[in-house]
């Protein structure tokens, strides 16, 4: 007896799997088509409705993933973002508690620092590369140059 037909016989998974997965896909078209064919316009609102609905899970789930409305800190937007590049100092970049690398740059003031970081300078790109918020951005660059010996205060949420 072949391979495959004893795999048949003996249920193996994988010749299981071969013939579920259509049949479910049938099943499914069956009942699709069920739907269209009493097509009336409440099943299509409620399909509406209902896509609705699906929608803003997703969207919540986003959100979450975010970390939600409230702006991460200095440090959080430093790990999730600038840590890549500012850790080991790649690509010509300050690093990170490098006292030699950041007093030259501190002098020119944490506005300054975080308009580099949004607007982008030589190898960093604008936003430095992400999706934080300016805020965020403003928070991780006085949360960097305080490693590199600044003493900027956190900037606050207006
Ligand atoms: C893709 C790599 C990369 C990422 C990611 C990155 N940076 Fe940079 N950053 C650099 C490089 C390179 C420089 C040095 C630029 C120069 O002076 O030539 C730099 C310089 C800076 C400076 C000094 C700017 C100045 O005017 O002297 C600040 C402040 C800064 N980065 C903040 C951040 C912040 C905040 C983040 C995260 C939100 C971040 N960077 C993410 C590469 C990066």
Known sequence: MSEFANALQNGHPNARRGWT???????????LLGGCGKTDTKTIQEEAAMAQRLQ???TVELQVATGGGEPK????AYQAQCAACHAAGALGAP?????AA?????????????NSALKGKNAMPAQAGGALSDLE???AAAYMA????????????E
């Not at 997965?21 to 009942?31: E, F, S, W, Y």
């Not at 950041?102 to 975080?114: E, F, N, S, V």
């Open 56 to 58: 803003r899970v997703g």
């Open 102 to 114: 950041w007093a030259p740059r501190i002098g020119a003031g944490l506005a300054a620092l975080t």
């Open 146 to 157: 305080n490693a590199g010996g600044a003493k900027f205060s956190e900037p606050k949420a």
């Open 95 to 99: 690093k990170f508690g490098d006292a």
């Open 73 to 76: 800190t200095g440090e959080q």
């Open 21 to 31: 997965l259509p049949m479910i896909g049938a099943v499914g078209l069956a009942l």
């Open 137 to 139: 951005i403003s928070r």
